[in-house]
């Protein structure tokens, strides 16, 4: 009997066929095919085939993936270098990493419905800025070498841009090769020093340690920094968090900047990613600072509420101004780490820092006593034995007993971690032939002089939760104060915020994935490298393109990792000297933020007022800049969310002008299966895998940004992080840990499903066009009246008659129970609405009905008999405070107020009323409030 299957698309799909059907005749059409015929015009719809010869059901691919998983190896790793065995809390593993009220949220940018992951990133930001003993921390970078990177940007900025830096020769080598990608576009000249602080610091920046250094050595820092930064150049500290437990910290140390990874805070190594890097510098740097950062204001009544703070830092505000173009980062990532130091507090994290201490320090004198030269005496957690001409043969040793070593010339780094125990200890004494010594004399402590002296950790959060039950229940608060996309369709436009099956998420913490580190040899991860190349394989057929890099670990990356391709491609033919990247007027912040880090000049083109791109201006801006031009950097479908007619002949214009096409692939969920990318004229793009394939957006990253790129360009692509070019992240395939999500959505969607997903989600984005057009303009569309896969609802009209703006409609759906749509974005007070192929016809429903029901409240307003200052709007969100206070002066009901729609759905209360950003940025609190700060607000 031949199987009856389940279809997974079935499942990730939210409308039925029936739904489709319905929807179609709804927005004029009878077939989908007609629908498509219209929606896309004929000289883009794709030509060549797209084969994805998989289309598993869950089960299925639940053995498949297992399979794959069984090839690679789970040695004990010992290889350090940046990445360490960890053990994540059973409690932040189960009810965050594997708990979609986190992993489906959105970054916090509507602060009412985010408070719980809000409070959990102050709580990382809180613990960085304490352990480093730096006032001020972010919300977390991409890893630890973009984030000494940023660091050495922020300082090249600072100080006038003097431009020379200084790079300590023992950072972690993927390190040096990440800024040296960075400096290059700035002109920043790199010095690689063994001793950087007798260098000559004329017209430097910045010098940057590694602290302990990559072979382990804490740097016994007495007046170097102090002279450093006598001389007008800062500091950067790369330090491990954890030795910081027990080791000077960068704040007694004085320096300016301190970054690291928090991986080893419970954070699987996962081949190489995702894992939160922290940022923290003195008070004065704090407008600065790349990245993000939650701080702490209060709402309308006072009550005090955490928020995204200083957002005018963003690159999608300062765009060519901007000093980064960080975006998504890695705040589920950050979170944990955040939780694992509440779950240890200040004297759990001692314990296992000195733990694995004593065990480094034992094995050492081990060796030592037995005849190794251990290289240096001072160290927390890694130690180098000099082992000459057998180190080959030690290495060999110690992958028969299961242990991965680093090998630095003629020498073995052994780095112990939290998991390292006896085991480990009598394993290491079989490899190098340690014969027992009944009592081997310690020789090896951390001297005094280095000592950590300032208190750890003394925040009241950081001792406040002792058993699990305690824990469980903060995890489980702070969540409930949240929206995610386990309740709640999130319409942002442009994000994408699609199913995020749990089938997918299964594998990734199998410790056949979570385990692995990401310089492991190659014969013990062969798994993932067959799920990467075959994702890398789907990723070209789905695109077109001919060459993949996944190792960026965001748009913001890939969108830097292509550009800096196509500035060498010009450099390989001579032409350095095109720098010109005309980018239209509407593009996406991160855009010019990556033209200008990539060393290209921005010139903004024009859109008409249709959202197009206006090819006139096009044609002459390429035409006056064709000696020079390197690229245009153009979002498909247009940020405005249609689809350009004009596409081909923009890009003819840019390839006529000697540039380089470089089509944002964000809005691939409106493409896969209708569009080839490079059909249309793209040279490059980066795709982002966080929304189009599926990964979660954590609250604000995880992502994987991967660029890929035409034939000719495939020379130039990030290459292997130790020992090729333009490395743009610490590891080769980035955040591996988390592409089996997108291998397995591919894997089982197959091409029928991939396709019948884009169809859905551009009819679904129709359907609600056509229902809300009654009530919101439609700002763009095409000339048939559709729009792509999101759409623009105008509000100017509503604001200049009632005074109601875009921010007054998204808190408003607050109280209906909803994430709001993105604001503002590509045009002022304007809602951006993209619900996606997953969301059912109910919830397509409730989020129309919803808006129908705001644009009634509107017309009260207008028509007088609401205030344009009290309404529902203005006062929106309405928190149970407000509607239980005795007395109601409200010219609208209390059930009014509440605005459930549907019995269905259960109500959601935010915590906090309408936030005041003003107050917060006025009044800078970037890590927790003391306990008083909380009692006050009882009283
Ligand atoms: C059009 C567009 N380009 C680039 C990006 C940047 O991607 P990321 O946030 O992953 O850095 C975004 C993110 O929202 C986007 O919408």
Known sequence: MSEIKEMFSNRHIGLTENDKNYLLKKVGYNTMDDFIGDLVPNNIKRQSPMEINSELSEKELLNKI??????????????????????????????????????????????EISQGRLEALLNFQTMVSEITALPIANASMLDESTAAAEAMTMSFKLNSKKNKVILDKYLHPQTINVIKTRAEPLGIELIISEEPENEDLTDCSSVIFQYPNTEGKIKDFKNEIKKIQEAGTMVILVADLLSLSLIKSPGELG????????????????????????????????????????????????????????????????????????????????????LYGIWHGPDGLKKIASRINKYASHFASLANQSGFVVRHENFFDTIVLETGNKTEDYILSALKEGINVRKLDNAISLSFDELTDDQTIEKLKNIFKIESISKPVESFEIKNSQKRNTPLLEHSIFSSITSETEMLRYIRHLSDRDLALDRTMIPLGSCTMKLNAATEMIPVTWPEFSNIHPFAPEDQTLGYRKLIDELEHWLCTLT???????????????????????????????????????????????????????????????CDKNGDIDIDDLNKKAKENSANLAAMMITYPSTHGVFEKEIKTACEIIHDNGGQVYVDGANLNALIGLVSLTEIGADVSHLNLHKTFCIPHGGGGPGIGPVAVKKHLIPFLPNNTLSGNNAISATTFGSAGILPISWSYIAMMGEHGLREATKTAVLSANYVAKRLSAYYPILFSDDKGLVAHECILDINQITSETNISNEDIAKRLIDYGFHAPTMSWPVPNTLMVEPTESEPISELDRFCNAMI????????????????????????????????????????????????????????????????????????????PPMEAYELEKT
Not at 280 to 306: C, H, I, N, W
Not at 577 to 600: E, F, K, Q, V, Y
């Open 66 to 111: 297992k399979g794959y998983a069984s090839l690679n190896v789970n040695n004990v790793s010992m290889i350090g270098q940046g990445f360490y065995g960890t053990h994540v809390p059973s409690v932040i593993l189960r009810n965050v990493l594997e708990n979609p009220s986190w992993y489906t949220a959105y970054t916090p940018y509507q602060p």
């Open 255 to 338: 320096a300016d900047i301190a970054v690291g990874t928090t991986q080893r805070f419970g954070v699987p190594m996962g081949f190489g990613g995702p894992h939160a890097a922290y940022f923290a510098t003195q008070e004065k740097f704090s407008r600065k600072m790349p990245g993000r950062l939650v701080g702490v204001s209060q709402d309308k009544t006072g009550l005090k509420a955490y928020r995204l703070a200083l957002q005018t830092r963003e690159q999608h505000i300062r765009r060519e101004k901007a000093t980064s173009n960080i975006c998504t980062a890695q705040a589920l990532l950050a979170i944990m780490a955040g």
């Open 544 to 606: 077109g393109y001919d060459g993949i890099s996944l190792q960026p670990n965001a748009g913001s990356q890939g969108e830097f990792a292509g550009l800096m391709a196509i500035r060498q491609f010009h450099k390989a033919n001579g032409e350095q000297n095109r720098d010109i990247c005309l980018i239209p007027s509407s593009a996406h912040g991160t855009n010019p933020a990556s033209a200008i880090m990539a060393g290209m000049k921005v010139v903004v083109v024009s």
């Open 853 to 928: 029901s705001i644009s009634k409240e509107i017309e009260e307003v207008k028509n007088g008999n609401w205030s344009k200052e009290d309404n529902p709007l203005k006062n929106s969100p309405h928190t149970v405070e407000t509607l239980t206070q005795e007395n109601w002066n409200h010219p609208y009901s209390r059930q009014i107020a509440l605005a459930n729609l549907s019995e269905k759905t259960n109500k959601y209360f935010p915590p906090v009323g309408r936030i005041d950003n003003v107050y917060g940025d006025r009044n800078l609190v970037c890590s927790c």
